[in-house]
């Protein structure tokens, strides 16, 4: 070995501050860097001593303690793979025998074992987090007595925590373990380590504690994070005895138990800072008043725990200590946190307070002390009476949030004085009336929500071009007029605008120009032409101009918004034909409904990301067969207009349709043929980059129109063919579709009898088929539909008896009418005749007036859950 070394010395001579074993170490973690594509320390190799080297740090005999290699490797921006990107051994680093600490963080590297780090004899910390630690049982090989810091979070971990070489690191002081993958229960013996301080296991899918009154548990343990897990049961007693314990974070578990193992004789420990049990299922009582002993308490979070009673009446003594952080959210709160005896009244240091979704009553509370809160959570309570409290004085606060409650006053003139500091203030669904303060322009705000209100007066143009801080402004819902945008064409608002159900008027300015993602300005009196022919709006994603009263053709300068994702203009007079965009337009939702609109449709609407179509109540006309470009469509809403022709065969490619209207059209044919349509299918998520509420969505069921907010998707899944000119028998697969909700073939000339297995549709809730030519009995298998709620078969030429069993026993005869050879099933299980026919009537049919609105619920575009289940398909044929 001698020679060996001599060479090496020849080749890479002794330079001052560097060993050559180390710097022929160095050199090879470089190559293995290099081969990986990551970013190699650019001083690596242009000098012999490597201790002047980046991110390495040499001791005074010369040989490396520290090494820094965090965060060298940066994945490639086009890559399409994920996870472990390269591999490593910790072989590499055997060589510097001195070496205290070992950064390897943030790299994404793969490990198979530790094996290599038992020869670092003096490695005191040691930092893997975001990498992948993928060997059975890996733990077991980290034996290194000498470490007292190590962090492995994130390295995807997973199986049982149950490693005996964890309980020989006697002198361990800190331990990340979090946002991992293990399971099962946390071992006793992580509470025995004699010097460990520091426990981090949240994030993972513990679900236990292997910890009893009798456990060994040290004295050193200050802070324990068990946050994000599944732990359940009651919670030790033990862990509330640790004397020395600072910070306790048991939150969003599934904890339980009438009890919390806390009373007046307990010996928490008076160094305790941090207790947070929310977001947990515990119930019973917690009193303040056990916490009397806890000197240095600073934050309390008991937050979602709905059963769980709070006492703060203090037993009318003034606690040791000076809460910085309250929050309450959600408990089951008495009213005397809000009027009184409470030790709140007492903590004048207080910075955050939530106390938001208790259906609290009475006013806001004199004790809130608005100079020293920085946040202030009232939301969601039923808290009534003058806001005049709230800007008495000036305030330090920064986030105000008094959503929904009953409080009625107006905004200080002054807010920018009273409210210096102010980023988010939410005052939503109150009474909140007069203008909008003109100060408010002069305070750096992200976040205005002051919908809901009973605002009036105009909207001063500063809002929407002096506040270059401001990222959301929502003034949706109040009596607020003047032209729209203030008139202001150079917008300064960063993410959105919601203006809509108000009384602005006039036209939007042709030359908008800004970094706006998201504008609503339905339901006002937006007038005149539509025009965006200078528009500058590249980050525009979501436009809606519904139930305005905007005339004029749509302008082919639309195509150029190339960024929008929904744009709904439904509820006005434009007329026309819609522009060729040539697929430059990326829509996943669009509305053009109730209009006049005309012509041929094209490539407007040809987008393959298209996920909603609706163009219901214009006068569109022409064949189907562009449908076939629509490979992503959901919903796809085509009634009332004057489209004719047969069902295009392109209608098989529509894999992810659950909701199909073409009522009321010109479409004819007879015989069905060989078109599968698939409505019962595991979908890709639906979503949107921005969440947004629209309105809901209506759909002609059980012989009403109903809206549909935001389980349109989930919960909903229909056909609607009615009041076509449809012929030939009705396709027997229909019965396939076991996840369809409704079914109206009505007003068109099917023949032929009803397929018996109709009863296979098990989660039909209406089902008509009147007004056809449709012939012999009821089957009697529809019996067992039993969510069937409304069904019609009126006016066919139906015979034989009518079911009584299952829901149909429900039914009345005006769902039979129309049809003379069809009779009552008797005691004696013979038929009757039913009643003959209202002259005139007219069942199963939807008014065509449409003068009446149904109430609009709002509908989330962030849902990404999956819409219909378990493919199976039925010949509609060519129609």
């Known amino acids: 070995m001698l020679w060996v070394l001599l060479v090496l010395q020849f080749m890479f001579p002794m330079a001052p501050g560097c060993v050559v074993e180390e710097r022929i170490a160095l050199m090879r973690i470089r190559s293995s860097l290099v081969e990986a594509n990551s970013d190699v320390p650019p001083s690596w190799g242009r000098s012999d001593d ?78 893997l987090s975001g990498n992948y630690l993928i060997g059975d049982n890996i733990l077991e090989s980290l034996d290194l007595p000498s470490l007292e810091v190590i962090n492995i979070e994130l390295c995807r971990m997973s199986g049982a925590l149950q490693s005996s070489a964890l309980k020989n690191l006697k002198n361990l002081r800190e331990l990340y373990l979090g946002y991992n993958q293990f399971n099962g229960s946390i071992p ?205 004085y000036q305030s330090n606060l920064e986030m105000i949030d008094i959503a929904m409650n009953r409080l009625v006053g107006q905004l200080p003139t002054n807010i920018s004085l009273v409210f210096p500091n102010l980023t988010a203030l939410n005052a939503s669904y109150n009474i909140i009336f007069g203008h909008l303060p003109l100060s408010l322009c002069n305070i ?206 392109s209608f098989c490619q529509l894999k992810y349709l659950n909701i199909i209207d073409l009522s009321h059209n010109g479409l004819s044919g007879s015989g069905f043929y060989g078109i599968d349509f698939y409505l019962d299918h595991d979908c890709p998520p639906f979503s949107y980059s921005i969440v947004y509420d629209l309105q809901g969505f209506t759909f002609s069921t059980k012989g009403n129109l109903y809206t549909y907010g935001r389980s349109f998707f989930t919960l909903m899944s229909g056909i609607d063919l009615s009041a076509n000119m449809l012929s030939g028998e009705i396709p027997w697969k229909i019965g396939n579709l076991s996840h369809l909700k409704s079914l109206n073939l009505s007003h068109n000339s099917f023949t032929g009898q009803i397929p018996a297995t109709f009863a296979n549709m098990s989660a039909i809730e209406s089902l008509d088929l009147s007004y056809n030519q449709l012939r012999g009995p009821i089957p009697w298998q529809l019996t067992q539909l039993w969510s069937l709620e409304v069904f019609s078969v009126a006016y066919n030429n139906l015979s034989g008896c009518i079911p009584n069993s299952g829901q149909f026993g429900s039914f009345n005869m005006e769902s039979y009418m129309g049809n003379a050879n069809l009779h009552n099933l008797s005691q004696g299980n013979r038929c009757s005749p039913i009643p003959s026919p209202v002259e005139g009537a007219d069942v199963g049919e939807v008014s065509a007036d449409r003068s009446f609105t149904l109430p609009l619920l709002p509908h989330s575009y962030s849902h990404s859950g999956q819409l219909l289940r378990s493919c199976s398909a039925f010949h509609l044929g060519s129609v």
């Open 188 to 392: 006793a013996f992580l509470f025995e380590l004699p010097r460990l301080e520091y426990l981090d296991l949240s994030g993972n899918l513990l679900q236990g504690l292997q910890i009893t009154s009798s456990s060994n548990l040290q004295s050193s343990l200050r802070e324990l994070h068990l946050q994000s897990n599944q732990l359940n049961g009651i919670i030790p007693a033990s862990l509330f005895e640790l004397p020395r314990l600072e910070y306790l974070d048991l939150s969003e578990n599934l904890l339980q138990g009438h009890t919390i193992p806390i009373s007046s004789s307990s010996n928490l420990s008076p160094s305790l800072k941090i207790l947070d049990l929310s977001a947990n299922n515990l119930k019973g009582l917690f009193d303040f008043f056990w916490l009397r002993n806890c000197t240095m308490l600073q934050r309390v979070d008991l937050s979602g725990n709905t059963d769980l009673t709070i006492d703060v009446k203090f037993h009318g003594r003034v606690p040791p200590f000076q809460l910085r952080e309250l929050a309450l959210s959600g408990c089951k709160l008495d009213n005397s946190i809000i009027a009184g005896p409470n030790f709140l009244g007492t903590q004048s240091h207080l910075q955050t307070l939530d106390l938001s979704n208790n259906n609290l009553t009475g006013s806001i509370p004199s004790w809130i002390n608005t100079r020293t809160l920085v946040y202030l959570n009232l939301a969601n309570n039923s808290l009534a009476g003058s806001l005049n409290l709230m800007w008495q």
């Open 444 to 649: 750096s705000i992200l976040f205005v929500d002051l919908s809901n209100n009973k605002l009036t007066g105009e909207v001063s143009n500063c809002l929407f071009t002096d506040c270059s801080s401001l990222n959301v402004l929502k003034l949706s819902n109040n009596n607020l007029g003047g032209s729209i945008l203030g008139g202001a064409s150079n917008l300064s608002i960063g993410t959105a605008i919601y203006l809509d159900s108000n009384n602005f008027k006039g036209a939007l300015p042709n030359n908008l120009t800004g970094n706006i993602q998201l504008m609503d300005l339905h339901d006002n009196k937006l007038s005149g032409k539509l025009d965006v022919s200078f528009w500058n709006l590249p980050s525009l994603q979501v436009l809606n101009v519904a139930n305005n009263i905007l005339t004029g053709g749509i302008s082919p300068t639309f195509c150029n918004l190339t960024g929008l994702q929904f744009l709904d203009m439904s509820d006005n007079n434009f007329e026309g034909p819609l522009p060729n965009c040539d697929s430059k337009l990326t829509l996943r939702f669009l509305n053009m409904s109730s209009n006049t609109l005309s012509g041929f449709l094209n490539a407007f609407c040809n987008s393959t990301k298209v996920n909603v179509l609706d163009l219901r109540y214009n006068q569109f006309m022409g064949g189907l067969d562009w449908i076939h470009h629509l490979s992503d469509i959901r919903i796809l809403l085509l009634g009332w207009n004057k489209f004719g022709g047969h069902i295009s065969p």
């Open 50 to 127: 490597c201790c002047s080297w980046e991110r390495v740090r040499c001791n005074n005999n010369t040989r490396v303690s520290d090494l820094n290699l965090d965060v060298l490797y940066i994945p490639l921006s086009n890559s399409a793979t994920s996870g472990c990107s390269w591999n490593m051994n910790f072989t590499m680093f055997s060589s510097f025998h001195e070496l205290q600490l070992l950064d390897f963080s943030l790299n994404s590297a793969c490990f198979q074992s530790f094996e290599g780090l038992q020869e670092l004899t003096k490695l005191r910390y040691l930092n």
